[in-house]
């Protein structure tokens, strides 16, 4: 157990002790992120910015999977210590399978943000282009640095065992 936070391998860039990994898509405002998968899905989940502003995850209900869902329409329900509220993406979309883990372990999302805490796969409808809704690692780095007093937080805090 690393006591100094978590070892991180792989680019990122660390903002007031929130950490950005570079490898995924982020929407800085709702604080998710993004991963494409190989068989066209994209993963989705929330960012260390998300799991610190909302508290602990209590709940998580996700919509059924091949549920077709419009652009804007909820994805995923969570209900957090200081937050309550839904994930949604600005494109239509069709719900692949939600993270199983989830469903016995919310507090996962807190721990894993970015691994094992993932919340949903959604398949976008063919054609749309998913990166153009979203900013890389790089530029999310930057934007969260640009408006982190903005969100009122001093810094991201990691609850035990808090792994990238």
């Known amino acids: 157990m690393n006591l100094f936070g978590p070892k991180i391998d ?4 660390v903002v007031q002790n929130c950490i950005i990994p570079h490898a995924l898509y982020y929407d800085t405002d709702k604080h998710l992120w993004l991963r ?3 068989d066209g899905a994209w993963t989705v989940g929330l960012t260390d910015m ?3 502003l909302g508290g602990k995850v209590l709940h998580y209900k996700p919509w059924k999977e091949g549920f077709k869902r419009k652009a804007h329409k909820p994805v995923v329900m969570l209900e957090a210590a200081k937050w309550l509220g839904v994930i949604s993406v600005p494109f239509p979309v069709t719900v692949g399978p939600a993270n199983p883990d989830l469903m016995d372990d919310a507090y996962m999302i807190n721990q894993f943000p970015y691994t094992k805490g993932w919340l ?12 153009a809704f979203y900013v890389s690692g790089e530029e999310a780095g930057r934007l969260y640095r640009e408006h982190f007093e903005d969100w009122q937080m001093t810094e991201c805090v990691h609850c035990l065992g808090f792994e990238v």
């Open 10 to 13: 792989k680019p990122h860039t």
């Open 36 to 38: 494409p998968e190989k």
């Open 50 to 52: 998300a799991q610190t």
């Open 120 to 131: 949903i796969k959604i398949y976008p409808e063919p054609g749309t282009d998913v990166a």
